[in-house]
């Protein structure tokens, strides 16, 4: 895994470009990683230099959170581990305020996930999922209060429209609060929706984008191969089993255009010696505004292919190659910003934002000798 840190968004926090996701720590959804497994896999993230862990009260019923608080403690890591969770979801059947997005919950939930945890403070708090009643301006009060309080450090939204997240991010401002630091959204080869939006959105007001889902449900992650099955995979005995599940993000991915996607893939994971996991995984890193991508393997082995996704770069006409066959369809009013309308716009003069050079890229590299140093201060014979 490459120890390279970045910070997320328009904040000082490092992370790694690789976060490690524990949705899948315990097993009382009927699957998901046992707890030796589960330790196993946060023993290995932290040895291989990853640092931002991404949990919500909601996975596993509040397993994954009471697992993770657990392995951290025994680790003696919370000072090295950037630790993230959410709310929204309800807690408790028949009580509305037990969910939502309201300060009643948030105040509710962040308690419960501290003591999960066994921490007294959490890095990134993260609203799940916009629940389409509570006024922007009470959630966005409600963690600026968190962050006084010092029980989070930095707040962000997963799942939410565009328009809502610009919103909050602009009150934030107007009215000097806390801004907010952190989208998490699905992305990845077969899902890039948010490139017409949220990426732009998040580039301009100081969001960095956590990528959930970098494998498609699944679809991307070698599974599923047409070189294999000889056809576009309809008659898979697992795609039709997912097909009957009621999972309608996933039956959304079985359709022609993601299994050109899938043979690119798997055409690119051929010629470089890589699995198709990794490639997925390393495109979805090397996108604009991508701040970290999320891994939530359920076994070791899914887990070390998906650790070492970026440990041999893919050159650039393979990155082409998987852009141009996953390209989004041209779609109203996008379609009014491409290429052809703007030229119309500026004469055809070659106009630009910036001229190339104008802001380098800030980044310290560690020399071999500080490197060593700091594995030798850190384990004294």
């Not at 926090?13 to 490690?20: D, I």
């Not at 996975?59 to 929204?88: H, M, N, P």
């Not at 998490?184 to 732009?200: D, G, K, M």
């Not at 076994?299 to 050159?315: K, S, V, Y």
């Amino acid at each position: 895994m490459s120890l390279d840190y970045y910070t997320l968004g328009r904040s000082g926090l490092r992370v790694s470009r690789l976060a490690l996701g524990t949705m899948t720590f315990g097993e009382s959804w009927g699957w998901g990683s046992d707890e030796a497994t589960a330790r196993a896999m946060f023993d290995r993230y932290l040895a291989a230099g990853g640092n931002f862990v991404d949990t919500a009260d909601l996975y596993t019923e509040g397993q994954s959170e009471t697992l993770l608080g657990r392995f951290i403690a025994d680790s003696g890591s919370r000072d090295r581990v950037v630790l993230s969770t959410k709310f929204s979801y309800n807690a408790e059947p028949g009580n509305p305020n037990a969910g939502g997005n309201g300060r009643k919950n948030i105040l509710r939930a962040v308690e419960g996930s501290l003591r999960r945890l066994r921490t007294d403070y959490i890095d990134l708090y993260l609203l799940h999922i916009w629940d389409r009643l509570t006024p922007a301006e009470e959630v966005l009060r409600t963690l600026d209060d968190l962050v006084r309080a010092g029980k989070i450090r930095y707040a962000g939204l997963s799942d939410v429209p565009a328009w809502y997240a610009a919103q909050i991010q602009t009150l934030a401002h107007a009215h000097h609060l806390q801004p907010l630091v952190n989208l998490q959204l699905q992305y990845s080869l077969v899902e890039r929706n948010i490139e017409r939006e949220y990426a732009p959105l998040a580039q301009e007001l100081g969001y960095g984008i956590t990528a959930w889902s970098p494998l498609g449900m699944g679809m991307l992650s070698g599974k599923y191969k047409p070189s294999e099955s000889g056809h576009d995979g309809d008659g898979d005995g697992r795609i039709q089993a997912l097909k009957g599940s009621g999972l309608v993000s996933l039956q959304d991915k079985f359709t022609p255009r993601n299994w050109a996607i899938v043979r690119a893939v798997e055409q690119v994971a051929r010629e470089h010696g890589l699995s198709m996991a990794r490639v997925a995984i390393q495109w979805a890193v090397r996108r604009p505004a991508i701040g970290s991508v999320i891994l939530g393997a359920r076994t070791m082995a899914q887990f070390e292919d998906n650790l070492a996704a970026l440990d041999r770069p893919l050159p650039d006409e393979a990155l082409r190659l998987l852009d141009d066959v996953s390209a989004l369809p041209q779609q109203f009013p996008y379609s009014f910003f491409e290429q052809a309308q703007q030229e119309r716009i500026h004469s055809g003069a070659a106009v630009g934002d910036k001229p190339d050079g104008y802001r380098a890229p800030v980044r310290v590299a560690a020399s071999e000798t500080s490197a060593t140093q700091g594995l030798v201060a850190a384990n004294p014979r």
